[in-house]
Nanobody, 127 residues
Framework: QVQLVESGGGSVQAGGSLRLSCAAS????????IGWFRQAPGKEREGVAA????????NYADSVKGRFTISQGDAKNTVYLQMSSLKPEDTAMYYC????????????????????WGQGTQVTVSS
């Protein structure tokens, strides 16, 4: 069983930056697809970025491309989401999720693709 813990959320003004972290207790497989999702009140949970830890291949939603960067730590049990040029519409609870293997095509954007989820960290961007 993989446990994921997110951290780094907080409140920031528009144009600011935050870095979220997703720490995993352990991974059984050499390569995993790690995704970041967000959910604003009254809205569906949406995938914003994902990384295949074996190859380092990354994926982004159009809404965050050029502003968010997903990366992994040297030990590969921590994945980061660097968020810059934040906008009020980025306000949401952010979750990380993991599943063995790679992030295929657009499957990484589907909640059902992932086996494990963290509890989330809140990001609030004020105008």
């Amino acid at each position: 069983q993989v446990q994921l813990v997110e951290s780094g959320g907080g409140s920031v003004q528009a144009g600011g930056s935050l870095r979220l972290s997703c720490a995993a207790s352990s991974y059984t497989y050499m390569s995993n697809c790690i995704g970041w999702f967000r959910q604003a009140p009254g809205k569906e949970r949406e995938g914003v970025a994902a990384i295949s830890t074996g190859s380092g291949t990354t994926n982004y939603a159009d809404s965050v491309k050029g502003r968010f960067t997903i990366s992994q730590g040297d030990a590969k049990n921590t994945v980061y989401l660097q968020m810059s040029s934040l906008k009020p519409e980025d306000t949401a609870m952010y979750y990380c999720a993991a599943t063995p293997g790679v992030c295929y095509g657009t499957s990484w954007r589907s909640r059902g693709w992932y086996n494990y989820w963290g509890q989330g960290t809140q990001v609030t961007v004020s105008s």
